[in-house]
């Protein structure tokens, strides 16, 4: 259950579950993209309190999916390409504006495509970090130049704040689990291209079907 996010954060768990994420001819996988992001807000998790709001709401989104998968159609939502076309053939998804698919899995996955861009640009500023670099200069550079966009001011303003609460690089590597930063480094290079190749195969499938601001 995504109740119970307890267990101590591997980043190359994580790493793992982006990697089974993609199918033989590319598709992916909800159940693999589902893992990777309950591993990140188990990582989130351990960082206090203060960003129990953000996990909040991505335990939300999870759980969306997640009875998707379950309920009687979930042999449509194995990927997220067979989920796209299942919802659409079958209006199953608010196109302009919020009606009577507010929990549509198009548009709760777009929420976590979108944090999953921001996860890339985050895990890049921190690969090619030096030591003096701050983790929350890092992830609110990152933050605003993808997320940001889509979130109202308020919402901005508080992952600001939380951002300030963010531990420096050393901690922040250490939780992370993975051994000495320059390990961190060499992991976070490793997963890198799968977090992106997810991300694009994703962002095409959307912006093939004119998804990509579903409210
Ligand atoms: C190895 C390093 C790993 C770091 C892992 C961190 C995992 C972070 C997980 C963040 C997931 C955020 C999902 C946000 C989805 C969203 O945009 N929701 C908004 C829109 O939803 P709606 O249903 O209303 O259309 C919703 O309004 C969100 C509210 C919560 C605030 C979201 C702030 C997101 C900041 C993301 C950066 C996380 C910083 C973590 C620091 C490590």
């Given at each position: 259950?995504?109740?119970?996010e307890?267990?101590?954060?591997?980043?190359?768990e994580?790493?793992?579950?982006?990697?089974l994420?993609?199918?033989?001819?590319?598709?992916v996988y909800?159940?693999?993209?589902?893992?990777g992001?309950?591993?990140?807000?188990?990582?989130?998790?351990?960082?206090?309190?203060?960003?129990?709001?953000?996990?909040?709401?991505?335990?939300?989104?999870?759980q969306?999916?997640?009875n998707?998968?379950n309920?009687e159609?979930?042999?449509?939502?194995?990927?997220?390409?067979?989920?796209?076309?299942?919802?659409l053939?079958?209006?199953?998804?608010?196109?302009?504006?919020?009606?009577?698919?507010?929990?549509?899995?198009?548009r709760?996955?777009?929420?976590?495509?979108?944090?999953?861009?921001?996860?890339?640009?985050?895990?890049?500023?921190?690969?090619?970090?030096?030591?003096?670099?701050?983790?929350?200069?890092?992830?609110?550079?990152a933050?605003?130049?993808s997320?940001?966009?889509?979130?109202?001011?308020?919402?901005r303003?508080?992952?600001?704040?939380?951002?300030?609460?963010?531990?420096?690089?050393?901690?922040?590597f250490e939780?992370?689990?993975?051994?000495?930063?320059?390990?961190?480094?060499?992991?976070?290079?490793?997963?890198?291209?799968?977090?992106?190749?997810?991300?694009?195969?994703?962002?095409?499938?959307?912006?093939?079907?004119?998804?990509?601001e579903l409210?």
């Open positions: 259950s995504v109740a119970v307890d267990q101590k954060f591997c980043l190359k994580v790493l793992n579950t982006f990697k994420c993609l199918s033989e001819n590319k598709e909800l159940e693999h993209y589902v893992a992001w309950r591993g990140l807000i188990k990582f989130l998790n351990s960082l206090g309190s203060v960003f129990g709001f953000i996990s909040k709401d991505a335990v939300n989104k999870i969306i999916l997640v998707h998968m309920d159609n979930g042999s449509q939502y194995v990927t997220v390409q067979s989920m796209v076309k299942y919802e053939e079958n209006e199953l998804v608010d196109l302009t504006k919020r009606g009577s698919h507010p929990e549509s899995g198009c709760t996955l777009l929420r976590l495509h979108r944090a999953l861009r921001w996860l890339e640009l985050f895990l890049e500023r921190l690969r090619t970090s030096k030591e003096d670099s701050k983790t929350s200069v890092m992830c609110a550079e933050y605003n130049e997320l940001s966009q889509h979130h109202p001011w308020v919402v303003k508080a992952a600001g704040m939380a951002f300030c609460m963010l531990p420096g690089r050393l901690s922040f939780v992370m689990n993975v051994g000495q930063p320059e390990q961190v480094v060499a992991m976070l290079g490793e997963a890198l291209p799968l977090i992106s190749e997810v991300y694009q195969i994703t962002e095409d499938l959307y912006a093939q079907h004119n998804l990509l409210p």
